[in-house]
């Protein structure tokens, strides 16, 4: 006889028990970089999991409609006023429609947000 045989259209109920929970962190989306990131000479950026968040500075005249930008999965860019201010390959792929920017003003001046969604988080 070849193991366990149940007769075509004939209904199987499983009985089954939980035996843990996971609750979600940045752990589970395989995604244990957090940190400061780094700086360049016109922007910086923080590893925040399953995000990447870039800071870039802009003068304090700049508007919504002053900024441009592209996010591809394995391309990105953003420019003010007609000058690229970032474009290149970021070091993992994006998940495009989750990515945004943002204007924000602090105590350093006004800057652009950028929120890079890393793919598959």
């Known amino acids: 006889e ?51 968040l870039v800071t870039l500075p802009v003068p304090e005249d700049v508007q919504s409609k002053d900024i441009s930008h592209i996010f591809r999965e394995t391309k990105m860019s953003l420019s003010v006023r007609g000058e690229m201010m970032l474009e290149g390959v970021p070091g993992c792929d994006l998940e495009p429609e989750e990515c945004y920017w943002e204007l924000a003003q602090n105590a350093d001046g006004k800057s652009v947000l950028i929120h890079l969604q890393k793919k598959g988080s």
């Open 2 to 52: 070849k193991g366990w045989q149940v007769p075509p259209n004939t209904p199987v109920t499983f009985d089954v028990r939980l035996l843990e929970v996971l609750k979600p962190g940045a752990e589970a989306f395989g995604r244990s970089d957090h940190g400061a990131g780094g700086s360049e000479a016109t922007y910086r950026w923080e590893r925040r999991g399953a995000e990447v």
